[in-house]
């Protein structure tokens, strides 16, 4: 169960301030009450190999992933580093992911969810109804560890597929469209380590993702990150993280609402693990050509973030 408050209504941040198309502060929800956001099960399902999860589900958090560059509480803040804007991921929804390992290092995974959820119902208003949307998605991916002289380094790289059956107003005329689709690539890979064990993160690593979608229907239609990260970089810090990402999504040129085709972003954090349970990451950020509109100014963005565990 994943449970998920806030305050006060800061959402205006992300796009009134600076005209952002991803957002500047992703970890920004607004004046909500407690909202069950997610409740599912998940365990093996004919054999260690096969796995289910079931029930509402953060579809963001399962598919098209990332070590260093998927969760907006403690990594990147800009929301272009947290998810992918060329995939129509369903709110917190109804939905169930089937994993089969076919081995250790390889696997599949393929997901279905109420495409018309609202995260803040409980998902049978939507889900069970005379239109039945469904959003679908499919991943591989390899996980492999490759030799270096201090153990292991882990990776991970994915290919996906989604399927959105839902009708979609097409730019160019007042006609709509169904059954869009489009698919995404990415990976994180830890290129050299610090120390010998082969649990320990320790050290350097890469990550990057690209995202396609049709220009028709979709505001975003290319969309690339690519970054790096340094956890210990300070002595006896060794917990600390530095990273620096940069992204660009390309705007449809047939969207009226873009006066320029491209929102550039760079961002650098630092991840102060001040305490086991509290850590503190100041952030930079620069956002050229927000919104796509060039007669927008560019923007920094400068933001703190506190993180309390408990």
């Not at 969760?71 to 709110?91: K, M, S």
């Not at 169930?96 to 018309?116: E, K, P, R």
């Not at 970054?227 to 210990?232: D, K, R, S, W």
Request: proline fraction near 4%; glycine fraction near 10%.
């Amino acid at each position: 169960m994943h449970i998920e408050g806030g305050w006060p209504d800061t959402e205006g941040i992300d796009e009134v301030s600076v005209g952002s198309t991803f957002g500047v502060n992703a970890d920004a929800i607004g004046n909500r009450t407690m909202d069950v956001v997610e409740l599912f099960y998940e365990g093996p399902l004919f054999g260690e190999a096969v796995n289910l999860m079931i029930g509402k589900i953060d579809f963001t958090a399962v598919f098209d992933s990332s070590a260093y560059a998927d969760d907006e509480t403690t990594q990147f803040l800009n929301g272009a580093f947290v998810d992918d804007p060329t995939i129509p991921f369903p709110d917190y929804s109804l939905g169930a992911v089937l994993t089969w390992n076919l081995t250790d290092s390889w696997y599949v995974m393929g997901g279905v969810a109420d495409a018309q959820a609202d995260g803040r119902e409980s998902g049978f208003n939507t889900t069970f109804h005379k239109e039945d949307y469904f959003f679908y998605v499919l991943e591989t991916g390899i996980t492999p560890r490759l030799r270096s002289a201090k153990g292991p380094l882990r990776g991970a790289y994915r290919a996906g597929l989604w399927y959105d059956p839902q009708d979609k107003q097409r730019f160019s005329s007042s006609k709509t469209r169904r059954d869009d689709t489009g698919f995404y690539l990415s990976f994180d890979q830890l290129s050299w380590k610090e120390n010998d064990d082969a649990e320990d993160t320790q050290g350097l690593g890469f990550f990057g993702r690209y995202g396609w979608a049709s220009s028709k229907v979709n505001e975003v239609t290319n969309f690339w990150i690519a970054g790096i990260q340094y956890q210990g970089l300070i002595p006896d810090r060794d917990d600390d993280v530095l990273a620096l990402g940069f992204a660009q999504g390309i705007f449809s040129n047939q969207a009226a609402a873009y006066i320029d085709d491209y929102e550039t972003v760079c961002e650098l954090y630092y991840n102060a693990q001040i305490t086991s349970r509290l850590a503190i990451s100041p952030s930079i950020q620069y956002i050229a050509n927000p919104g796509g509109d060039g007669t927008t100014s560019d923007a920094v963005v400068l933001g703190v973030r506190a993180q309390i565990s408990f």
